[in-house]
C-alpha cells in the first residue's frame, strides 16, 4: 500500500513540476505543453489499441466459440474505452493550461459525465440482439425463444440503461429528477392497471418460452381448445383445430389453466375390451388370450413390458377379455396402421379358435300379448326370453309370441275386487 501510495505522489509531482516548467516557458509554454500532452496521451492509447488491444482480440478469435461473449465484450468495450481515454487527456491537457477554477470545476464535471456515458455506452452495446451471450440464450430456449423473446429481451435491457444512464447524468449536473421519477411512476401505474391483461398475457408468453411447455408443431390440448401449435408470440398462441380452424389464444389462458402435450408422450396407449359369445369354450379362451398376449409382446413396434392381454370378467353379453399395450410410436398416423395390423390378427386368432363375437339381442314383445312367453320361469320369465340353449339364444332373433289360450291365462280381476283369490 506504501508503494503504491509513493507511486501515485510520485507521478503527481511530475505532474505538477512539469505543469510549472511550462509556466516559466512565457506565454505559449502552457498551450505548447497542453498541446503535448493531449498528442502523447492520444498515441499512446492508440499505440494500446493497435498492440495489446489486436493482441487480445486475435487470441479470443483463436479459442473459437467458447470464448466468443468474452470476445464481444472486449469488442463493445472499445469505443467506450477511447471515449474515456479521449476525455481524460482533454482533461489532463487543460489542467496543464492552468485554467481558472470555474473551468477546473466545468472540466471535473465532464470528465465524471464522459465516464457515466462510457460505461453505459458499453453495456448498451454489449445487450445487442446478435451479442453471443444472448444467442446462447436463444438457442438454449428454441427457435421462437431466439425470435420472439430475444429481440424484446435486448430493447428492454437498452431501454433501462438508457433511463438509467440517464437519471445518473441529469443527478450528476445536479439537477433534483425526484418530482420527475415520482410522475413517472404513477404515470407508469395507471399504464400498468389500463394494460394489465397485456402485460399478463407478455410475462406468460415468456414464462411458455422459457420453460419449453410446448413448441411449434406439438399437440395441445385445453379445456377449450384442441389442436396443433402454429406460431408462438409473446402475447398469444396460434393453434390450428383438427377441423382446420385457426384458434387464437391468449397466453395467459395457456399459462393460467391445465394443459396436456400429447406430444411429449414417450409412448402411445391402446386400451379395448373384446366381448366374446357365452358359448367359448374355456380352453378355447384361454388359448386365445396366450396366443394374442404372446404375439402383442413379440411385435417391434410394441413395448413388451407394458402389454396386458386377461379375461377380465363374465358378464350378462359375453365374456370380457381386457386388451392393454402400448406403441413406441407416438404419431397418429402410424399408431393407427398399428392398431390396424393387429386387430386383423385378433379377428385372425379368433377365427383360428373358433370363438365368435357376442352380438346384441333384442327381445320384441307385441301389444296385447302375455310379457312372458310360454314355459319360462323366472329371471327368463320377468325378462321376456325365450328358453333354449345358449347357441340358440346367441344368434336367436326374437319375434312376438301369441297370445296364450284363455284357459292359461292369469285370472283377471272381477268387478267388486273379486278374482281368484276370492273363490
Not at 129 to 156: C, D, I, K, M, Y
Not at 227 to 251: C, H, M, W, Y
Not at 268 to 287: F, G, K, S, V
Amino acid at each position: 500500500m506504501e508503494a503504491e501510495g509513493g507511486i501515485g505522489v510520485s507521478v503527481a509531482d511530475a505532474f505538477a513540476q512539469g505543469v510549472s516548467l511550462t509556466a516559466r516557458l512565457g506565454p505559449w509554454g502552457r498551450p505548447v505543453g497542453a498541446v503535448l500532452v493531449l498528442g502523447a496521451l492520444l498515441g499512446l492509447g492508440a499505440l494500446f489499441s493497435r498492440t495489446v488491444g489486436r493482441r487480445w482480440r486475435r487470441a479470443l478469435e483463436a479459442a473459437g466459440e467458447d470464448k466468443a461473449v468474452w470476445k464481444e465484450a472486449l469488442l463493445a468495450a472499445g469505443p467506450p474505452a477511447r471515449l474515456l481515454w479521449a476525455a481524460l487527456a482533454v482533461t489532463l491537457a487543460a489542467a496543464v493550461c492552468g485554467p481558472p477554477p470555474w473551468v477546473g470545476v466545468a472540466l471535473e464535471k465532464g470528465f465524471r459525465a464522459a465516464v457515466i456515458v462510457a460505461v453505459f455506452w458499453g453495456l448498451y452495446r454489449l445487450v445487442d440482439r446478435n451479442t453471443a451471450w444472448l444467442r446462447r440464450l436463444g438457442a438454449r430456449h428454441g427457435a421462437e425463444f431466439q425470435a420472439t423473446v430475444v429481440p424484446l429481451l435486448s430493447v428492454v435491457l437498452r431501454f433501462t440503461l438508457v433511463a438509467v444512464g440517464a437519471t445518473v447524468l441529469l443527478q450528476e449536473f445536479g439537477y433534483r429528477i425526484d418530482s420527475l421519477i415520482a410522475g413517472l411512476g404513477l404515470g407508469g401505474l395507471a399504464v400498468s392497471l389500463a394494460a394489465k391483461d397485456t402485460l399478463a398475457n407478455l410475462f406468460a408468453g415468456a414464462v411458455i418460452l422459457f420453460e419449453r411447455t410446448f413448441a411449434v408443431g406439438d399437440w395441445i390440448e385445453t379445456p377449450d381448445v384442441s389442436g396443433t401449435v402454429e406460431a408462438i408470440t409473446i402475447r398469444s398462441t396460434k393453434i390450428r383445430t383438427f377441423d382446420q380452424g385457426l384458434v387464437t389464444v391468449p397466453n395467459a389462458n395457456l399459462v393460467g389453466g391445465a394443459l396436456k402435450n400429447w406430444s411429449r408422450m414417450g409412448r402411445r396407449r391402446t386400451m379395448y375390451r373384446l366381448l366374446l359369445d357365452r358359448t367359448t369354450p374355456p380352453e378355447a379362451l384361454a388359448r386365445f388370450v396366450a396366443r394374442f398376449r404372446a404375439h402383442l409382446q413379440a411385435q417391434p413396434d410394441v413395448v413388451p413390458d407394458a402389454v396386458t392381454v386377461a379375461f377380465e370378467q363374465v358378464t350378462e353379453a359375453g365374456f370380457s377379455v381386457l386388451v392393454t399395450y402400448y406403441t413406441r410410436s407416438t404419431q397418429y398416423d402410424a399408431w393407427l396402421q398399428i392398431n390396424e395390423r393387429l386387430n386383423l390378427d385378433v379377428l385372425r386368432f379368433l377365427e383360428e379358435e373358433g370363438i365368435a363375437l357376442a352380438m346384441p339381442e333384442r327381445v320384441l314383445v307385441a301389444a296385447g300379448a302375455s310379457p312372458w312367453p310360454e314355459g319360462a320361469t323366472g329371471t327368463a320369465a320377468a325378462l321376456g326370453l325365450a328358453v333354449g340353449s345358449g347357441a340358440d339364444r346367441a344368434g336367436a332373433v326374437f319375434r312376438p309370441k301369441e297370445a296364450p289360450p284363455a284357459e292359461k291365462r292369469p285370472p283377471e280381476a272381477k268387478e267388486g275386487g273379486e278374482g281368484e283369490r276370492g273363490k
